[in-house]
């Protein structure tokens, strides 16, 4: 490399303003979110292969990103999104990408402090019930007295 030349760039670079995404709108699940600044981080991640082909049964997160202005990050000012959470991937114009928990936070919102990672609290929950109401319906059933 000429001498010289990684200085005058660093220089000319400094001029330039930061190549990020001023995003308009963002919608997730059909839902408006107001912190769309905060959404810039989906376009920064990591890529990463298919996760598996029972990815398409999990449950996703659609998350569709608007533009004031055609970028690179969007077609024809909008940029459609899918966010699996079991998997922590992000389907990108046909590529998958690596969605750690900065992410699943930010686009699941509350939902991410509820549900554990695994999908399976409710289900889970629900057996415990079930398995606690049924011990004790036998409990009753056993201690009752037999009228004969």
Do not use: C
């Not at 107001?34 to 659609?62: E, G, K």
């Not at 909008?78 to 079991?86: D, E, I, K, L, T």
């Not at 409710?122 to 009752?144: D, F, I, P, Q, T």
């Amino acid at each position: 490399m000429r001498r010289g030349l990684v200085p005058a760039l660093s220089a000319a670079a400094a001029d330039v303003g930061a190549f990020t995404p001023r995003i308009s709108s963002v919608t997730v699940g059909d839902r408006p979110r107001a912190d769309r600044a905060r959404f810039a981080i989906l376009f920064n991640q990591r890529p990463a292969p298919l996760p598996s082909t029972v990815v398409w049964q999990s449950r996703h997160y659609s998350v569709i990103a608007k533009f004031g202005e055609i970028t690179p990050w969007s077609l024809g000012g909008a940029s459609w999104m899918a966010y699996y959470p079991r998997y922590h991937a992000l389907s990108l114009d046909g590529r998958w990408f690596h969605a750690g928990a900065d992410v699943d936070r930010l686009v699941r919102g509350q939902a991410a402090a509820a549900e554990p990672a695994n999908g399976h609290g409710w289900s889970v929950a629900a057996v415990v019930v079930v398995a606690l109401a049924a011990a004790a319906g036998v409990g009753r059933r056993l201690r009752r007295p037999r009228s004969g």
